[in-house]
């Protein structure tokens, strides 16, 4: 048995030997390069000049106006001449003593005064301005009020100042 297992090492050393010399070829086989790696045109992407940028000259302006804020009657200025930090407790003095003024709420941080005179609720507030402070009276959507309650209590509140 011992003669038979070393003259089958000898087949089977020229079997491997044999199979990896045919198999050999077969691993280029693998390695086949597809249509798109083998292709020379490689230019790079050319853009005509008129398709590099969009249009942008009447996408970006904007419509003139020539005020932003409504015209603001002289009845209803509210121009003092102090600055707010002291005009703003002064006023919570005078919108208290003034009869038919409810102040439903105040925030000191805004120098503002939520009240309701007449039957219409809106919001005082003491702004800073040139040489002083302003009061301004603002509706619940934050428009700016100048005619109506709003400027005859701004006008009633300067007078007393």
């Keep these: 048995m011992n003669s038979k297992s070393r003259a089958i090492r000898p087949l089977l ?7 990896a010399i045919l198999a050999a070829p ?12 083998s292709s020379h045109e490689a230019n790079p992407l050319e853009v005509p000049p008129d398709l ?17 804020q409504a015209p ?3 009845a209803a200025d509210g121009r003092l001449a102090v600055p707010a930090a002291d005009a703003y407790p002064r006023i919570g003095e005078l919108l208290a003593a ?3 003024v409810v102040v439903n709420g105040k925030a000191e941080a805004l120098s503002s005064y939520d009240v309701t005179y ?17 009061v301004v009276a603002l ?14 209590l701004i006008t009633a509140l300067k007078a007393k100042f």
């Excluded at 050393?13 to 199979?19: C, D, N, P, Q």
């Excluded at 077969?26 to 790696?37: D, R």
């Excluded at 509706?139 to 005859?152: C, F, I, K, Q, V």
């Design 52 to 68: 590099d940028k969009p249009d942008t000259s009447s996408a970006t302006s904007l419509p003139t106006v020539a005020s932003m």
């Design 118 to 134: 007449k039957g219409e609720s809106f919001l005082l507030r003491v702004l800073d301005a040139t040489g002083g402070s302003r």
């Design 72 to 74: 603001v009657s002289r």
């Design 98 to 100: 003034t009869p038919g």
């Design 26 to 37: 077969g691993c280029s086989w693998v390695k086949n390069k597809t249509h798109y790696q």
């Design 13 to 19: 050393f020229v079997g491997i030997a044999s199979l």
């Design 139 to 152: 509706s619940a959507d934050g428009r700016l009020l100048t005619t109506g309650n709003a400027a005859e």
